[in-house]
Structure formats: C-alpha cells, structure tokens
C-alpha cells in the first residue's frame, strides 16, 4: 500500500533548463507536504515544504507545487544546476509527524 | 546533515548476531525517527519515539526489531539474531516537535551488512 508515489525512477535535464519532479499521494488526510534531496552514502536533506491550505511555495529556484483535488504535488528547480544532480524524495505527513515517502527519483542535470 | 549523529556509519554482522545502531538527535531535539532503506526502495518508517516513550511503532518488523529513547543517552534501534534481509542503510531523523508541521533532520545513516 504505497500512500506517497514517485512514478519516475529517473530524469534527465540539461543544465539551465527547468526540472520538474512529481509526486501522487492518495490519503487525504496529509496536511503537510516535504521534498528532500539525498546524495549518495549521505542522509535526506530537506529542500522545501508546503501546507495542505497553499497551492505554491517557493524558495529560490525551487518551487512546490500542490494540486489537492488531484492529490498531486510537483518540485520545479529552475534553472537546474550539475549540482542539483541527486535523488530527491517527496514525503507527506499527517498526524503524529511521522513522514511517508516516495520511492525516489534520480535527477541528472548535464552541463 | 550536521547535528543528527549516527554511529557506526558501517556495521557488519554474521547470521544469529546481534546488531545495534545508535542515534544522537540534535540538540534541543526529544523527537526521534527511525527509517529503512533496502536497496532500490525508498524510505520506510519503522518507529517514532520521544524521550522514554514509544509513540508510533507500526513500522517495525515484530520480531527481533527493537527501539529505545532512554532519558540520558542516545536512540538504540536493536536487531536480534540478524538475517541477510536486514541488510540496509538506517536512517535516524529528529526533531523539535512531533506534529507534522516541521521538517525531521536525518542522519547520515548506518550501512548494515549481514553476511
């Protein structure tokens, strides 16, 4: 039973051009959403968050986006750098604090 | 990462052994979260503690697993008689509060390698 789903393994984005990751969830009940970025042999690092009453937030090249009817949430980086080259996880909490994460996907940003 | 203190980074047990991974929130932190890695997967919640008390443990395997959060000391995430299929990356993560409301900071993770 996969709450959080991340339906792309992988990306490939050319740098200086716009990488958009996805993410579906099913529970309603999540009111808080999170993407983190993770290097390899490293911990997830938090990137960005948005509650369940906004529909956008954004934080220097990366913005979330969140589309409640459609239980869908998007993280578009732009421009995207070689350095943003990492798996970015998107995760949903509900009560309690507990965080339910996606699989996964592999950005790679070419230069 | 800085702040949340995870040792060993590596741990290698045999079959029938015992493992035990430990966990230094940050300061100021009495949350504490405890996550799997298998390969090629995402991460999965195993237990949600606070200081002396163990809040959310629907992740954890029945048998064998086990979590604590004394009131000095750090966070221990025990495996009993370790099999093959525990061999992962765990991920420890804290925080300040435990609604959902705040991001949890991870660890670098122990690598577990049964052989």
């Known amino acids: 039973d996969q709450q959080v789903k991340q339906n792309s393994p992988s990306l490939s984005v050319q740098e200086g051009r716009i990488s958009i990751l996805n993410c579906d969830y099913t529970?309603?009940?999540?009111?808080?959403f999170l993407w983190y970025k993770k290097y390899p042999a490293e911990g997830p690092t938090f990137l960005i968050s948005?509650?369940?009453?906004?529909d956008k937030n954004e934080d220097g090249r990366f913005t979330v986006f969140l589309n409640k009817s459609a239980k869908h949430l998007s993280l578009h980086i732009v421009p995207s750098q070689p350095g943003d080259s990492a798996v970015y996880f998107c995760?949903?909490?509900?009560?309690?604090?507990?965080?339910?994460f996606g699989q996964g996907t592999e950005l790679s940003v070419k230069p | 990462n800085a702040g949340v203190m995870q040792n060993p980074r590596h741990l290698v047990r045999r079959r029938g052994q015992e493992a035990r991974l430990r966990c230094s929130p940050m300061?100021?932190?009495?949350?504490v979260y405890w996550y799997r890695q298998l390969p090629e997967e995402g991460l999965k919640f195993m237990v949600y503690?606070?200081?002396?008390?163990?809040?959310?443990e629907s992740g954890m395997p029945k048998e064998r697993f086990s979590a604590e959060f004394p009131k000095e000391g750090p966070s221990i995430l025990r495996i009993q008689q370790v099999v093959r299929g525990d061999s992962a990356a765990y991920f420890c993560?804290?925080?300040?509060?435990?609604?959902?409301?705040?991001?949890?900071?991870f660890g670098n993770g122990t690598r577990l390698t049964v052989t």
């Open positions: 993560a804290s925080s300040p509060q435990g609604s959902g409301n705040s991001p949890l900071h």
């Open positions: 529970n309603s009940m999540f009111d808080y």
């Open positions: 948005i509650s369940s009453i906004k």
């Open positions: 995760a949903a909490s509900g009560k309690g604090g507990k965080l339910i």
């Open positions: 300061k100021g932190h009495s949350h």
């Open positions: 503690l606070q200081k002396e008390n163990i809040i959310d």
